[in-house]
């Protein structure tokens, strides 16, 4: 009876219920049921904000495919609230939010705050920079993660990868641009280190969140934009309003961003560290995946479905223009602040011994069997 009632007990306790959300609407959620092991230990509740809009596709796939896989690897203990910025109306207020630790965590891009700390803006993508495969490696193995923290510490953030998009398209024109005349006065947007480089060519570069991007083009605030790819600006619209769609040179590797409240991170014990690790790297790799496949699907598609989307690259002078600012942009950068220069010459160097293995594995690969064709 005495064994009974202790097991009638335990149970009572394991029968605890914790809510994680599981679905992508801000509100949702399930009820999971916490083992007896974990019903003795702590819990973690946090609170992410992100800037995209409520079941945003991909993007807000990756978020909840974290915080689910790190309620399911810590047992129910680590119950994660998602606010879309339809909750919080704060789409590019995220790193100030986990800053003030008015939210935990967040997801977003690095580039978004260049404007707050410069030195951000090297840690999603750079124009004529590295792929996604050479960026994983700089940012896990060569030294870019590193340098990450570097710039965030000092704000009480760390910033984790937080998905890639993968090579981004240059962007939706309502016209053809021939040469770097027709990018003066061009009101585009288009964020980060691409945005300076616009500025540099004669063009009107600024940011707008995705939720705001369609009316932005349609009623004539901007002319051109630049979102991700066929994985997300198809369903977007953009075409209906922009029938260029120019290739890429400026994003070739996007990736997203987890922000972590410094404080916060710093009073988790070692296992729900590392529980959180592994399930924003998984996420983030997932996203990267994800992402190749809807690129992939939706391009497909485009002869098919959207006959009128004209499809162009840059000419060659207008990209040299282009390249040329970018590299004048660099310099000044790297004489003006010394971890700037840092982080430049880290990439750079990178890029060099990584661009030189991916030439002689994928580019010759792709050229022996385009041969073979
Ligand atoms: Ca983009």
Redesign the pocket.
Known sequence: MKAILKQGATLATALLTVTTLTGCGENSSTQQTVSPAAAEKESYNLRLAHTWPTKFPIFGDAIHNMATMASKMSDGRINITIDSKNKHKAPLGIFDMVKSGQYDMGHSASYYWKGKVSNTLFFTTMPFGMTAPEQYAWRYYGGGQELAEKVYAPHNLITFPGGN?GN?MGGWFQKEINTIEDLQGLKMR??GFAGEVLAKVGAKPTNIPAGELYTALERGTIDAL???GPSLDLRMGFHKIAPYYYTGWH?PA?ELQFLINKEKWASFPADIQEILRVAMRTAAYDMYAQSQHESAKNWASIKTEYPNIQVKSFPTAVLQAMKSANDTLIAERSAADPLAKEIIDSQAAYLSTARAWTKISDQSYFQTVEALK
Do not use: D
């Open positions: 998009t981004q288009i964020p630049e979102w991700v994003e996007t």
